[in-house]
């Protein structure tokens, strides 16, 4: 069940790379300037990294389910989920995971940019350590986290660069 539920959070993310694509062919035509575009495609590669470490050290290392540290990972996991879908929703075609800006459009202070700069992000961080650890995967939890934890520091600082918070 497990590799179904890796395979499952990989087809969402490929279902948000078709938004953030017709996203970013809206945003671009209306003026849009990208910022980080070149650590973008390490961000990418990272994700995908990351499900396979899933699979991989649950698959060779033989991670056991845990029933009381699995179950509620996967409620992280939905809730981040859910959360990144909320931003989604909340930025309507602004939302990519590209930081483009429109010159002269708002800054989002409603839903969960209400009470965050950056919900989508903290949303990302629970999941990067929480999917891992559904089947036990502790090494790809704590080898992705720092991972995330480096791309982060250089998104935010580049995304608040881009939106005039530095």
Known sequence: MYYLFIL????????????????????????GREF?????????????????GCVIEVAVAHRPFIGWLGWPMVVLVALSTAM????????????????????G??????GPYRWLHHPNYTAVAVEVAALPLVHS????????????????????????????YA
């Not at 959070?9 to 790379?17: F, H, I, K």
């Not at 495609?41 to 990351?50: I, R, S």
């Not at 459009?105 to 409603?110: F, H, N």
């Open 8 to 31: 499952a959070v990989g087809a969402e993310r490929l279902v948000e790379l078709m938004v953030s694509r017709r996203n970013t062919a809206w945003s671009i035509s209306n003026g």
């Open 36 to 52: 980080g575009r070149g650590h973008y495609p390490a961000m990418v590669a990272m994700h995908g990294l990351l499900l396979a």
């Open 84 to 103: 990144r879908w909320w931003c989604v929703a909340t930025l309507g075609k602004h939302w990519n995971p590209r930081i483009i800006v429109i010159p």
């Open 105 to 110: 459009a708002p800054l989002v202070d409603r």
């Open 137 to 164: 995967a502790w090494v790809t939890a704590i080898v992705f986290s720092a991972a995330n934890a480096a791309m982060l520091n250089v998104r935010i600082r580049t995304e608040n660069t881009a939106l005039g």
